[in-house]
């Protein structure tokens, strides 16, 4: 867990020009704005709903703001910040699409579940669970919301991302399992269009 060293910056552009409450001070509003900026710089390996880490107040507050701060949300998830992801997501922000779908693509390792979890990993379906890849499966809720698609139709993969993804999901393999193999192998299996009657 962390928090980014570009904090206060960010800060910073999260304050200018944001709308101010009527029924707010100009003070309390910036001690909100401090407290939400070092949220959004913050990131851990639990993935929590987005109010564990915000407020209803807190929530409200980047509602109002959200076109003002859209682009510095954005920022914050090129850090792979976790509540940046869960806000974007939460706030449908469209301008956060393209940096969730190009980290989703980076992602190469599993980060959830492995080893004393009472699961078979001599079986290729052990490998190919959502609770072995949350963090995958953040970046593909939020998505999901921002565009209100499943993510078979949110994203259409280009013939390089499914290039370079086959190419490492060819290397899968019970015997010598390589993470970055299986969490390939499992993103082209999320990624695979829906039948005709679910579309």
Known sequence: MKYT??????LYLLL???????????????????????????????IDPVERYFSAQELEWLETNKEAIADEIALFIGDYSTPAILVAGHLKL???????????????????ESGGDGADYTLEETFLRDTMYPHHVMY?????????????????????EIKLSRSYAEKASIDGAIGEAWCAKW??????????NDR
Not at 5 to 10: D, G
Not at 18 to 45: E, H, Q
Not at 146 to 151: G, H, N, S, V
């Open 5 to 10: 060293l570009f904090a206060l910056p960010i």
């Open 16 to 46: 200018s020009g944001c709308s101010v409450p009527s029924n707010s001070t100009k003070s309390s509003d910036a001690v909100k704005g401090f407290r939400i900026a070092r949220k959004l710089a913050y990131y851990d390996w639990t």
């Open 94 to 112: 469209e301008s956060c699409s393209p940096i969730l779908r190009t980290i989703l693509f980076s992602l190469r390792s599993p980060n959830g």
């Open 140 to 160: 593909i809720k939020a998505i999901e919301n921002i565009t209100e698609l499943p993510i078979q139709k949110a994203i259409v993969p280009t013939n390089t």
């Open 187 to 196: 993103l082209l299996l999320k990624l695979k269009p829906l039948p005709n």
